[in-house]
């Protein structure tokens, strides 16, 4: 009889490890990959709004005389798993007429640079970026290739920076 439960621990032990990797292998089945959208708009602008009151500002995209670039990276999302949304995006404009173009640090004002994270935990509020470089040149009419490397956040008091830093290929819708 001793030797019996002394077996039955042993499988009791094993049984939850069955269940853990098998758990493990069905959430990469199912959940949402990562997506990563890089796009502009000619004849567009952005149009910041301030809220003196709170220290924040909105901002809109719409008709206007410039170039509005916008990368939208969404993160990979699994239904079994709650508040793991995560995200950001970052906008600029520049002059329709421009070939190529580089804007640091305060530079980076004139072309209305904006970051807003997405996630479940994170304030959704934009952000001006004011450090940092974004450069570009035209391949076609409908394609550029930019380059950003610049320095988001904090997004909460002694929360810290981070850089975003990627080169992509923005293609016109």
């Known amino acids: 009889m001793h030797l019996l439960l002394k077996s039955m621990s042993k499988i009791y032990l094993f049984v939850p490890f069955i269940f853990l990797f098998s758990a493990c292998s069905l959430k990469g089945d199912a959940c949402n990959p990562e997506q990563l959208s890089t796009r502009f708009q000619e004849n567009q602008k952005i149009t ?16 206007g005389d410039k170039q509005v670039f916008q990368y939208e990276y969404v993160g990979a999302e699994c239904p079994e798993v ?12 520049i002059g329709s007429d421009l070939e190529s173009f580089e804007y640091t640090d305060e530079e980076l004002a004139s072309i209305q640079a904006i970051y807003q ?57």
Do not use: C, M
């Open 82 to 93: 709650i508040d793991d949304e995560t995200g950001e995006n970052f906008y600029f404009e």
């Open 48 to 63: 910041l709004t301030e809220d003196t009151e709170n220290g924040t500002f909105s901002f809109t995209i719409s008709e």
């Open 117 to 173: 994270p997405n996630g479940a935990w994170i304030a959704h509020l934009p952000s001006r970026i004011t450090e940092g470089s974004v450069s570009g040149e035209r391949i076609s009419s409908s394609k550029w290739e930019i380059s950003v490397d610049v320095v988001v956040g904090p997004f909460f008091e002694g929360g810290q920076t981070r850089n975003l830093t990627f080169k992509q290929i923005f293609t016109k819708i």
